[in-house]
């Protein structure tokens, strides 16, 4: 077989191949002997038949196509391993020449992984913003935890108030006609400012319960639903209910309605709590922060098409996201929010890219593998994930897409391990306060506000995992098609 190379780009190649005339016609044989089991043919056992009867009946150019088939991704791989090439794409097929008693003739153009040099990885230092509880954090936890057992008790003898919760039955109308999807029975409506449309809860307020009464508010500008934004509306509204919420106090009451002996005992529990999710907050700063600090000291020239990919990538699942939430994807495509979220996620796609080609890199130059032993606690946490019978999971953990993904997980955490086991890290006092810009400086302004209100579970750490794409030599189906 003869291999020639042609460099397209950053990291394109076009490969060209060419097979000997008898390896194309044993190939060739082959395929005729495979289709001879398969086509019944008048007159001849299944898998008896003659070439010549079988080309009659079913033509050459199906047989080639047969051929192709098979013959096509065995090439393909011993041309990869034989020029080292790492591809990141599947092949695109083109230019095939295959006639019988000639040598077969055709191109194939991939992308391979850019090189990657890496930077002094395990000589990395960073400083990492400590998140620290506040003093209140405790009684913000348990006020948080009362705030779960509130309940409406109804109210009588007054008219409505702001931070009341009214129960309205409503229908709104705009230039005179009623809005499609514009109506609600029993809504809750918290009466609070900037609830609902701006203005409406005021016009509520000062109503007595069984009141009927119109109320005027305007569709903000950037409303999603774009033949009503900034427009006015008027609505009828009949309030049924005035509800006020009634929060009980924080006392051993209290503590055994949520499975505690005491006070003290809730007090101990959300403390213990509070310091694992604060751990477990700057162990993922550190991870995040050295995986960071090793891809900036790269050097990788990453071609557009792997962010563009990954930018599509991440734009599906907001589609998904979107789609699940009941709103049209054309109508959120329509929308400032969708225009800035599609710059940001370019920016994320990147980052994302980014960290994979270097994370590959580490994994290669340390030669980091993955075993059967560390895949079965992911293997046993997916199987309790998506409910499978023991008979089921056979098959579900032999599955090949399920066994690289897993091993790509395993791998990812072993890579993430050993960079932050090398690196010096120096926890400093966090100086952001509520209104600075954390994601400026990579870390989370969500911390300290995780840790005061969750009393359950653990905080979610990721690895700079994501971002890896997967090619696969799809070489078959398409070269055969390219072929006819």
Same mark, same amino acid.
């Given at each position: 077989?003869?291999?020639?190379?042609?460099?397209?780009?950053?990291?394109?190649?076009?490969?060209?191949?060419?097979?000997?005339?008898?390896?194309?016609?044993? @190939?060739?044989?082959?395929?005729?002997?495979?289709?001879?089991?398969? &086509?019944?043919?008048?007159?001849?056992?299944?898998?008896?038949?003659?070439?010549?009867?079988?080309?009659?009946?079913?033509?050459?150019?199906?047989?080639?196509?047969?051929?192709?088939?098979?013959?096509?991704?065995?090439?393909?791989?011993?041309?990869?391993?034989?020029?080292?090439?790492?591809?990141?794409?599947?092949?695109?097929?083109?230019?095939?020449?295959?006639?019988?008693?000639?040598?077969?003739?055709?191109?194939?153009?991939?992308?391979?992984?850019?090189?990657?040099?890496?930077?002094?990885?395990?000589?990395?230092?960073?400083?990492?913003?400590?998140?620290?509880?506040?003093?209140?954090?405790?009684?913000?936890?348990?006020?948080?935890?009362?705030?779960?057992?509130?309940?409406?008790?109804?109210?009588?003898?007054?008219?409505?108030?702001?931070?009341?919760?009214?129960?309205?039955?409503? $229908?709104?109308? &705009?230039?005179?006609?009623?809005?499609?999807?514009?109506?609600?029975?029993?809504?809750?409506?918290?009466?609070?400012? +900037?609830?609902?449309?701006?203005?409406?809860? $005021?016009?509520?307020? +000062?109503?007595?319960?069984?009141?009927?009464?119109? @109320?005027?508010?305007?569709?903000?500008?950037?409303?999603?639903?774009?033949?009503?934004?900034?427009?006015?509306? $008027?609505?009828?509204?009949?309030?049924?209910?005035?509800?006020?919420?009634?929060?009980?106090?924080?006392?051993?009451?209290?503590?055994?309605?949520?499975?505690?002996?005491?006070?003290? +005992?809730?007090?101990?529990?959300?403390?213990?709590?509070?310091?694992?999710?604060?751990?477990?907050?700057?162990?993922?700063?550190?991870?995040?922060? &050295?995986?960071?600090?090793?891809?900036?000291?790269?050097?990788?020239?990453?071609?557009?098409?792997?962010?563009?990919?990954?930018?599509?990538?991440?734009?599906?699942?907001?589609?998904?996201?979107?789609?699940?939430?009941?709103?049209?994807?054309?109508?959120?495509?329509?929308?400032?929010?969708?225009?800035?979220?599609?710059?940001?996620?370019?920016?994320?796609?990147?980052?994302?890219?980014?960290?994979?080609?270097?994370? +590959?890199?580490?994994?290669?130059?340390?030669?980091?593998?993955?075993?059967?032993?560390?895949?079965?606690?992911?293997?046993?946490?997916?199987?309790?994930?998506?409910?499978?019978?023991?008979?089921?999971?056979?098959?579900?953990?032999?599955?090949?897409?399920?066994?690289?993904?897993?091993?790509?997980?395993?791998?990812?955490?072993?890579?993430?391990?050993?960079?932050?086991?090398? %690196?010096?890290?120096?926890?400093?006092?966090?100086?952001?306060?509520?209104?600075?810009?954390?994601?400026?400086?990579?870390?989370?302004?969500? %911390?300290?506000?995780?840790?005061?209100?969750?009393?359950?579970?653990?905080?979610?750490?990721?690895?700079?995992? $994501?971002?890896?794409?997967?090619?696969?030599?799809?070489?078959?189906?398409?070269?055969?098609?390219? @072929?006819?």
């Amino acid at each position: 077989m003869k291999v020639t190379l042609e460099r397209e780009g950053k990291n394109i190649v076009k490969m060209g191949i060419e097979l000997e005339p008898d390896k194309v016609s044993r @190939a060739y044989e082959m395929a005729c002997r495979q289709l001879s089991h398969q &086509v019944r043919i008048p007159g001849f056992r299944p898998g008896k038949a003659p070439r010549m009867i079988i080309e009659k009946t079913i033509g050459e150019e199906a047989i080639k196509r047969e051929a192709l088939e098979k013959l096509v991704p065995e090439l393909i791989n011993e041309a990869l391993l034989k020029e080292n090439l790492d591809i990141i794409t599947a092949p695109e097929y083109s230019n095939f020449d295959f006639k019988l008693g000639q040598p077969l003739k055709f191109e194939a153009k991939f992308e391979i992984r850019p090189e990657v040099k890496l930077g002094s990885y395990k000589e990395i230092e960073v400083n990492v913003p400590e998140v620290a509880l506040p003093e209140d954090a405790l009684e913000r936890a348990l006020t948080n935890v009362a705030e779960t057992k509130a309940s409406l008790a109804p109210v009588e003898g007054r008219a409505a108030e702001m931070g009341d919760t009214a129960v309205i039955d409503f $229908e709104c109308f &705009v230039d005179g006609n009623a809005l499609e999807g514009g109506k609600a029975d029993s809504l809750m409506l918290d009466l609070v400012e +900037g609830s609902f449309l701006p203005g409406f809860c $005021e016009q509520v307020v +000062g109503k007595n319960a069984k009141d009927k009464f119109k @109320a005027k508010a305007t569709f903000p500008e950037n409303y999603k639903r774009k033949e009503v934004a900034g427009k006015e509306a $008027e609505f009828d509204v009949h309030l049924k209910e005035i509800r006020k919420k009634s929060t009980p106090d924080v006392n051993d009451e209290l503590a055994k309605s949520v499975g505690h002996e005491n006070l003290d +005992g809730l007090k101990e529990s959300i403390k213990a709590e509070l310091h694992e999710v604060v751990k477990q907050e700057n162990e993922s700063r550190a991870q995040r922060m &050295v995986v960071e600090a090793v891809a900036l000291s790269a050097q990788v020239d990453i071609p557009e098409t792997m962010v563009e990919r990954e930018r599509d990538l991440l734009l599906g699942q907001l589609r998904r996201y979107v789609e699940q939430q009941g709103q049209p994807w054309e109508e959120f495509e329509a929308t400032d929010e969708y225009t800035q979220m599609k710059t940001t996620k370019l920016e994320e796609a990147r980052q994302r890219v980014l960290t994979s080609l270097v994370l +590959g890199a580490v994994v290669r130059e340390e030669k980091l593998t993955v075993n059967d032993e560390e895949m079965a606690p992911y293997y046993a946490e997916l199987a309790m994930r998506y409910q499978l019978r023991p008979d089921q999971f056979e098959e579900f953990a032999n599955n090949e897409d399920v066994r690289r993904q897993v091993a790509e997980e395993v791998l990812t955490g072993k890579v993430v391990e050993l960079l932050v086991s090398a %690196a010096k890290i120096n926890f400093v006092p966090d100086e952001c306060t509520e209104d600075h810009d954390h994601a400026a400086h990579g870390h989370s302004g969500k %911390a300290v506000a995780k840790a005061e209100t969750k009393t359950e579970g653990k905080a979610e750490t990721k690895a700079a995992s $994501e971002g890896k794409e997967k090619p696969k030599a799809e070489a078959g189906k398409k070269a055969s098609k390219k @072929a006819e």
